[in-house]
């Protein structure tokens, strides 16, 4: 299998390139040339294996340089670092309602699916291809990806990894989880701004001839643990294929019945590997595109056009305050039929104008599996508030978004439906407390204590143990500053 550029797409590279480079110097990301299928018995079969199992059969079918145990052994290392053999459980809320929880890995998020993965993948792939350089890993996060690939590159050999994040515009326990993080392999930094503004700082640092003639005379090539990278987003597939089958073994459908799935999403990866998993072979219906107010991603889907020429807002999912949605463009280059001179010339309006527009009719022609919707923070909290009291089941805020979204939707109810839920509530601890309609509590770590009251769900311990553990990095920089830190790096 071979992965081509978005905005390049006679640049063609193995997986291992892919996954190693991260994003194409041009700045196209890399997409597989064709999608593998599965056939329905396929998809059975996998009822019978654990997840691990599921998620080297899907990675499997894209990384052909690797043995099927090779990947298995990857996955096995990856998930028992998970709180269950099931690292993805979809729970039954009621008649045709389904939770897949995405947050039972090291740092309670669903970032964790493909975070624990993707560090073995880039050694993997190192080993494979001979490098001797060391890979310096740059990441922008707008929360649980940070903390989640902090975790996972710790002390990894031949890795160093750097994650920037808005100083203003993350939870404190998703601040505190980066802050503390060890590792002599590991530096954070929160940037003034949002997670916009980091994004784009990062992705400047990659298409820089600067920086990469100055990292390779430092022994260094850079690669992402964002979702731009085809390493990240290839294990979030599997999720989507291990939902499914569940339904069929639990009999709750029938093999080739369709199903839905509800993402709240903002940079898109996540529901992008549910439309991969569709192109697949998946029996989906529709992927309901999930937003809180920074709602760019609706307006996308209901009109064609792709504005930044809006409010930013702070929110109490702020995971997905993000106005511009990275992995959007892997979708428009398969709804410009995989031209990569209309991807490019898209992308380069969206950065000299602030928006691009396609045509309604096309991009529904193209992406009709899609739908979308918003919901604002009253909503949100309400949402969080009435599905504990109905259900007896805490949602984070993100999740809630999803869920909001789902009953306001006009389709709701015509196919079974799972919602995909993307972190533990105790990450967003004072904003969960808040919606229950308890007490404020300016003091997380007493709100955590009151959470635990208030709902009778026990917080895991790695956010307890936060309130002791010691902060190593304070440093607080101007997105253009990034440049400037890793040049740095680079002279060591």
């Not at 697949?280 to 937003?291: D, I, Q």
């Amino acid at each position: 299998m071979k992965y081509v550029s978005t905005r390049n797409a006679s640049r063609s590279v193995t997986g291992s390139e892919a996954i190693l480079m991260g994003i194409s110097p041009e700045g196209g990301l890399f997409v597989p040339e064709s999608f593998p299928q599965f056939s329905l018995e396929e998809i059975a079969a996998m009822g019978e294996m654990t997840y691990a199992e599921r998620s080297a059969t899907v990675m499997s079918r894209y990384l052909d340089e690797f043995t099927y145990d090779e990947l298995l052994a990857i996955a096995d290392r990856a998930y028992s670092r998970f709180d269950d053999e099931d690292a993805c459980p979809l729970v039954k809320i009621e008649e045709d309602l389904f939770i897949l929880e995405l947050w039972h890995g090291p740092t309670f998020a669903f970032k964790d699916v493909a975070l624990t993965v993707l560090p073995q993948l880039i050694s993997a792939c190192r080993a494979k291809k001979g490098e001797t350089d060391k890979t310096l890993v740059l990441v922008a996060t707008s929360g649980d990806t940070g903390k989640a690939a902090l975790e996972g590159f710790k002390d990894v050999p031949g890795t160093e990894i750097m994650v920037f994040y808005p100083s203003e515009g993350v939870s404190y326990m998703q601040k505190l989880q980066m802050t503390t993080t060890g590792g002599a392999n590991t530096y954070v930094a929160g940037i003034k701004g949002n997670f916009d503004d980091a994004q784009t700082a990062v992705k400047q640092v990659f298409t820089d001839p600067e920086v990469r003639a100055a990292l390779k005379k430092g022994g260094y090539v850079m690669s992402s643990a964002n979702s731009i990278n085809w390493g990240r987003l290839l294990p979030q597939i599997a999720y989507y294929f291990s939902a499914y089958v569940d339904l069929v073994t639990s009999e709750e459908i029938r093999l080739g019945d369709q199903v839905d799935f509800v993402v709240p999403t903002g940079n898109f990866g996540d529901i992008l590997a549910g439309y991969y998993a569709m192109r697949m072979g998946l029996p989906v219906r529709k992927l309901l595109c999930a937003s809180n107010i920074n709602n760019v991603l609706t307006d996308f889907f209901e009109t064609g056009e792709y504005s930044l020429a809006r409010d930013f807002h702070k929110t109490i999912s702020p995971s997905m305050d993000i106005l511009i949605s990275s992995n959007l463009e892997r979708l428009l280059f398969e709804i410009e039929n995989r031209d990569d001179k209309a991807t490019a010339a898209l992308m380069a309006a969206l950065k000299s104008e602030g928006k691009y527009t396609l045509d309604l009719s096309t991009l529904r022609a193209k992406a009709g599996v899609f739908d979308a919707g918003y919901a604002d923070e009253e909503e949100t909290a309400d949402t969080i508030n009435e599905f504990f009291e109905e259900y007896g089941y805490l949602l984070d805020p993100h999740t809630a978004v999803a869920v909001a979204v789902h009953y306001d939707n006009d389709a709701q109810g015509d196919a079974p439906t799972v919602v995909l839920s993307t972190a533990n509530p105790y990450k967003f601890t004072q904003d969960v407390l808040s919606a229950l309609g308890e007490k404020k509590e300016e003091d997380p770590f007493k709100a955590v204590k009151a959470l635990r009251l208030a709902s009778g769900i026990e917080p895991p311990e790695g956010i307890t143990a936060l309130e002791k553990a010691e902060v190593r990095f304070r440093d607080v920089l101007a997105a253009q500053d990034i440049k400037n830190i890793v040049l740095k790096k680079a002279e060591k």
